[in-house]
């Protein structure tokens, strides 16, 4: 089973400077067929479910604000948020869908300081 | 837009059954696998379970191997999960989950059903 791994656990950052979580896979999720990465990326508000941010560990979501990127390939990645904003106060997530069970990282808790 | 609606959550005792339904609004239900995420209260996300379109195909996190069965009604639109001797670690809100089509990120997900397992 591929265990993903993400840092740090919690993360606070001032309105507008830049925001940067990390996600390690214990296993490669680069599928080397088509050349793409097996990994997403969601936001979860209080009460709210999760929201899809990123996919192919790079891809923007359609309406997704574009302060908001995705990088990495095979085991390490990294979701930025460039000028954090009020509204960015989540918790976020890193999924691999490489293989079943698909998993989640553990989550990262991103505050205004 | 898409809806995806839980319902049958509830309280149960230690080995006790709960079957969870989710139903989607669109019509193109059938042609999406589905999956069952759950979270534990304050806690992360686990993927539990999943089902191809046709329902001929399914599979299982580790920890509801066993006591937990996936299905579905396309005719119905419906989704469900039959979850049998269950344990205090099933307490979660569970989500049903719909991929992209023909991948496994999710793009929708229900508003939840709580399951809380307690004597």
């Not at chain 1, 925001?19 to 997403?40: D, E, F, G």
């Not at chain 2, 609606?5 to 999406?32: A, H, I, K, N, W």
């Not at chain 2, 191809?52 to 639109?77: E, M, P, W």
Request: with cysteine; hydrophobic share 30%.
């Amino acid at each position: 089973d591929i265990v993903m791994t993400q840092s740090p656990e919690s993360l606070a950052v001032s309105l507008g400077e830049r925001a940067t979580i990390n996600c390690k896979s214990s296993q490669n999720v680069l599928y080397n067929s088509n050349n793409k990465n097996y990994l997403a990326w969601y936001q979860q508000k209080p009460g709210q479910p999760p929201k899809l941010l990123i996919y192919w560990a790079s891809t923007r979501e359609s309406g997704v604000p574009d302060r908001f990127s995705g990088s990495g390939s095979g085991t390490d990645f990294t979701l930025t948020i460039s000028g954090l904003q009020a509204e960015d106060v989540a918790v976020y997530y890193c999924q691999q869908f490489f293989s079943t069970p698909y998993s989640f990282g553990q989550g990262t808790k991103l505050e205004m300081k | 837009e898409v809806q995806l609606m839980e319902s049958g959550g509830g309280l149960v005792q230690p080995g006790g059954s709960l079957r969870l339904s989710c139903t989607d609004s669109e019509f193109s239900f059938s042609s999406y696998w589905m999956h069952w995420v759950r979270q534990a209260p304050g806690k992360g996300l686990v993927w539990v379970s999943r089902i191809n379109s046709d329902g001929s195909s399914t599979d299982y996190a580790d920890s509801v191997k066993g006591r937990f069965t996936i299905s579905r009604d396309n005719a119905k639109n419906t989704l469900y999960l039959q979850m049998n001797s269950l344990r205090a670690e099933d307490t979660a809100l569970y989500y049903c989950v719909r991929p992209r089509l023909g991948w496994s990120f999710f793009d929708y997900w229900g508003q939840g059903t709580l399951v809380t397992v307690s004597s």
